[in-house]
């Protein structure tokens, strides 16, 4: 009884702990987001409403902000984003790439509304877009995982193949190669961002096969659990994710989308505010990576100098040369990928076994 | 090879034992002549609950109890609407899968990104010395036990005891069990209530066991196999077993193909379970006989006795 | 003790009474909710249930949910009547986007004026497609027809992934998921600039009229309904159930097919992977509620829409969370499936009889 009885003292709890709210007031700025999933995630939805807290907490004094989890892409998504543009919303984060369209046709019946979509590549005059550069964060990664390797084999848990994905898989090999000349990257698609379930099943299954490292582009803290069950390595996806697995992360890429979002809000409050594309990277700030944890001091020092000069310029993770699957050269030594290489990246580089799903 | 194929199958028997719950629950409920098709939201309530069960009591096989516990309390409500209140199954059984996904993720919110002590399997092997054969057969939990335990006895209640043959009786005529004094809402009840119990369960075993953690609608689609498996199965237990380690399988064999570097089996290989119950269901209808024998003739048609 | 008797005759006022029976619950059961959440509940209730309904915005956005429910559901209804269970809507609204959109994908830069109505035409026979092969299997191999359809919807959505992911894949679109976008002769227009109410609303209109015709004045519809009551009756009277087997899936197939080009061409505007929020399986429920009546149907898809718009604005002006919407919409739904007795029985006060009865 004693149980039950704490139970329900639990579920009362939490039903009275939805009393948060935005605190309707008239003359502040309305900001706001349309998320894809619940901000509780833990990885792509968790990161876009840190940010939109940290511009409560800057400018909280001038700006409210309010945001709807949970909108499916499709037919849904055009009438919530057109919602926050009626309900006074002066800037709208959309923060999905299949918002794409209906941001735009929403741009189009408000354009005094300004829109912000992120990973997109179609803009308007009040739509802006915005992503960020995290097969840097991917390099890092490669170089702790060829130092730290033993089998010298990575498991990859891939989402779907679009060029973000392919492009942290190149990254991520580049980065490995440096250490480990010989390592093998294994990647495995699951066809899903969010999927607890298949994400832990593709983990185990790449652990089966020998590899002794996990690494993901999905977004929950599945695959990292199932390797801290088998006590291996792995990396956390979009924020920080040590709570889950203390003895397990080796580090994680960081979506740190605030400074962006702070920025853009104060460029709407002055009026400077003008469609545009940023990519940024660690240099601005926008990608940051989690502390160097469960690692030789030697290997961390080589993380925090590859970090550093990635983030200063010093180095860029695509330096030629670099070699496609075919031994064909698409970099060329000294030089450097540019973005549009990047921005549309559909193979894999030399190194990486299998095929590329079409 | 044995050192890819143990821990393949390992992942092969858990990946089922959410599918053996929750199909075997069905499949009891089936047989006496209902037609639940609110797996899916049992299933998630069954896995929040277990989940906020595990982490209040700090026991997560208090959690799954829990979740078994909420399972049937979902399903009650359609027993109630369906059964007492002679409402449409199909629709109120799609209301189900609606109000439990709403509920889970409401109740759920606060524990998302939550940690447990999950539960463990009764004995692990020396990292050092690799799988063995040993770990096939004593290496699960003891809820994938528990799983293949429960669908084994229903498999005997069935097709031995006398309460499984009456409980046969109302799903093929209603009507004639009631003439014979058989307390055909009473039974149907406590079919509903079973599959329930079954449903949460294998929710609870998510939440718990598989990936332990609460995520919203993280049984992704687990409730909607769980009823193809059924008729994939031909309501026969035993087939129950066969089918979710098949669709549990065909997921794990699917991925370590990729990481051997067979090529991406794309939405085709996908589409092969849903395919192949299509073939069974045809199969097994077609032969009039043995549909008789195995599909009970009363599903999903409402009763009421006019006394 | 309470019980339940049939009504002889059907009547009228509990026809009218167990709707407003099942609303005042609602509220009642919405109070507690909101209460419990630290809400004012008449203010939510006025959001969830009213708002919608008081602005151009609002039943522009009703109109465009309610349609393809509507339409879907009309059609289920025949199939319904008749005793044949097709569940697997959802399948045939993707099959029918699929034909139908795919004209558009392939005649991407045409201008031509009949492109979108032979996409129309085209959307109602990938529906009834998809529909045939349930009623083939079940008329030659008396194969169960819910499951079938039901196993048919995960094909459907497969088919659909694999083609957006795959072959019809727009070249321009950076490697992720979706076709181009339709060229505007593909586009449903709309009626006014600033809401997105389009043509396919008079379809959505238009077609519970031509249904209730079609049921209650012609012969088809005298067989529908005989068939579906007094099964060994209609054989009498030469209707032959392998016949109302395919008609009435041809007819569900068709309608579902329509909803779904209706809605890659009028509210997407391309094919992507996400093109139905669950519309087939939540016009199930609309069919029932609306009493498999064309025009109970038509106010069934109304209300339904009226939750979905509801919750999406209690998100955004009241800060409630997604979860409840569901909760909520679940409880609805019991509600009115519950309260529906009441127009086929009525409750009776009498005294337990004698065991000799039982």
């Known amino acids: 009884m004693k149980i039950l009885h704490r139970v329900a003292v639990a579920l009362f709890a939490t039903l009275l702990s939805f009393g948060v709210s935005t605190s309707a007031s008239a003359d502040k700025t309305k900001v706001g987001f349309i998320y894809i999933g619940p901000p509780g995630d833990h990885g792509w939805t968790y990161a876009h409403d840190q940010a939109r807290l940290e511009i409560e907490k800057e400018l909280g004094d001038q700006v409210q902000t309010t945001f709807v989890e949970g909108v499916p892409e499709g037919p849904d998504a055009e009438r919530a984003i057109a919602k926050l543009a009626q309900t006074g919303h002066k800037l709208i984060f959309t923060t999905s790439f299949g918002y794409m369209e209906p941001t735009l046709k929403a741009a189009k019946r408000f354009p005094d509304v300004k829109f912000e979509h992120a990973t997109g590549y179609k803009r308007a005059d009040n739509v802006a877009t915005y992503s960020a550069r995290f097969y840097e964060g991917r390099y890092v990664q490669g170089v702790i995982a060829g130092k730290v390797s033993k089998s010298g084999v990575i498991g990859y848990i891939a989402s779907f193949p679009i060029p973000e994905v392919v492009r942290g898989i190149n990254a991520f090999m580049l980065g490995a190669h440096t250490q480990n000349p010989n390592i093998k990257v294994k990647v495995v698609w699951v066809f899903s961002w969010y999927d607890p379930g298949k994400e832990a099943d593709a983990a185990k299954v790449l652990m089966d096969q020998g590899a002794d490292i996990i690494t993901q582009h999905t977004d929950s803290t599945a695959a990292l659990q199932a390797a801290a069950d088998r006590g291996i390595h792995a990396f956390g996806q979009a924020s920080d994710m040590i709570q889950f697995a203390p003895k397990t992360q080796l580090t994680a890429i960081i979506d740190a989308w605030g400074p962006y979002y702070v920025a853009r809000t104060k460029a709407l409050l002055d009026g400077s505010w003008k469609s545009q594309d940023t990519w940024d990277g660690m240099g601005a700030g926008m990608v940051v990576m989690a502390p160097f944890t469960n690692m030789p001091s030697d290997v961390a020092a080589l993380a925090q100098k590859t970090y550093d000069d990635l983030r200063t310029g010093k180095l860029h993770a695509f330096s030629g040369p670099i070699n496609d699957q075919s031994g064909k050269q698409v970099v060329a030594a000294g030089a450097v990928a540019d973005d549009g290489m990047l921005a549309g990246m559909n193979f894999y580089i030399e190194g990486i076994d299998g095929e590329l799903p079409k | ?307 | ?358």
């Not at chain 2, 380690?245 to 085709?268: E, S």
């Not at chain 2, 849903?274 to 073939?279: M, N």
């Not at chain 3, 048919?152 to 727009?170: C, D, K, Q």
């Open chain 3, 1 to 358: 003790m309470l019980r339940l008797e049939p009504r002889a005759s059907h009547s009228v006022l509990a026809a009218w009474l167990s709707p407003l029976v099942a609303l005042v619950m609602t509220v009642i059961t919405g109070t507690v909710i909101f209460i419990a959440m630290g809400k004012d509940p008449a203010a939510t209730l006025y959001i969830y249930f009213l708002q919608p309904l008081v602005s151009a915005s609002g039943l522009s956005e009703v109109a465009v949910k309610a349609g393809p429910l509507v339409l879907i559901a009309t059609g289920l209804s025949f199939g319904f009547r008749a005793g044949v269970w097709n569940i697997g809507a959802e399948g045939q609204y993707i099959l029918g986007a699929i034909v139908g959109g795919g004209l558009a994908v392939f005649f991407h830069d045409s201008t031509n004026a009949l492109l979108l109505p032979s996409m129309l035409a085209l959307g109602i026979v990938g529906g009834m497609i998809w529909a045939a092969i349930p009623a083939l299997l079940k008329t030659r191999f008396n194969a169960n027809e819910i499951l079938v359809s039901l196993m048919l919807v995960y094909i459907a959505e497969l088919l659909l992934v694999y083609l957006v992911h795959g072959p019809w894949r727009n070249p321009q679109g950076w490697g992720f998921p979706g076709t181009r976008t339709f060229p505007d002769a593909a586009v449903l227009p709309v009626f006014f600039a600033q809401h997105r109410l389009h043509w396919g609303l008079i379809l959505a209109l238009a077609t519970p009229f031509l249904a209730w015709f079609l049921v209650a004045k012609t012969r088809f519809g005298f067989r529908v309904r005989l068939f579906g009551s007094a099964p060994l009756a209609a054989r009498h009277a030469g209707v032959r159930s392998t016949r109302m087997i395919w008609m009435t899936l041809l007819i569900g197939g068709g309608l579902a097919g329509l909803a779904g080009v209706i809605e890659a061409s009028g509210t997407i505007g391309q094919l992507m992977p996400n093109i139905s929020p669950g519309y087939g399986f939540t016009a199930i429920i609309v069919a029932f509620l609306g009493r498999l009546h064309p025009l109970g149907i038509l106010l069934a898809g109304v209300v339904i829409a009226v939750t979905y718009i509801g919750g999406e604005n209690a998100q955004i002006v009241a800060g409630l969370p997604k979860a409840v919407t569901g909760l909520f919409q679940g409880v609805i739904l019991f509600y009115l499936l519950a309260f529906d007795l009441v127009t086929r029985y009525r409750l009776v006060f009498r005294r337990e009889r004698g065991p000799e009865h039982a």
């Open chain 2, 1 to 307: 090879m044995l050192d890819l194929i143990i821990p393949s199958m390992m992942t092969m028997m858990t990946a089922a034992t959410p599918l053996i719950f929750a199909a075997t629950g069905e499949l009891v409920c089936e047989k006496s002549g209902v037609l639940n098709l609110g797996v899916e939201g049992m299933m998630l309530v069954g896995a929040v609950f277990g989940f906020i069960g595990a982490t209040v009591t700090g026991d997560a096989y208090v959690g799954f109890l829990i979740g078994g516990f909420s399972g049937i309390m979902a399903s009650l409500i359609f027993a109630v609407l369906t059964l007492l209140l002679v409402s449409n199954q199909v629709a109120t059984g799609l209301a189900l899968t609606i109000f439990g996904t709403g509920l889970s993720a409401l109740v759920g919110a606060d524990y998302v990104g939550e940690t447990i002590d999950r539960i463990r399997p009764l004995y692990v092997p020396n990292a050092a010395d690799g799988p063995n054969v040993i770990q096939l057969f004593l290496g699960h939990d003891p809820v994938v036990y528990l799983g293949v335990l429960v669908l084994l006895a229903c498999a005997g209640f069935l097709s031995r005891s006398r309460w499984g043959m009456i409980l046969r009786a109302v799903g093929d005529s209603d009507v004639s069990a009631h003439a014979i004094g058989y307390p055909v809402i009473r039974i149907r009840f406590a079919a509903v209530a079973f599959g329930g119990l079954m449903a949460g369960l294998g929710g609870a075993y998510l939440s718990l066991a598989y990936t332990p953690l609460w995520a919203e609608n993280m049984s992704a689609g687990r409730g909607w196999i769980a009823l193809a498996l059924v008729v994939f199965a031909s309501w026969r237990p035993i087939r129950v077993l066969f089918g979710a380690v098949l669709f549990g399988g065909i997921t794990i064999v699917q991925l370590n193909a990729q990481a051997i570097g067979l090529g991406i089996p794309g939405a085709v290989m996908s589409m092969l379970p849903y395919l192949a119950t299509i073939v069974v269901l045809v199969l097994i209808s077609s032969n009039a006989t043995r549909i008789r024998l195995n599909a009970p003739a009363c599903l999903a048609q409402p009763f009421r006795p006019e006394r």
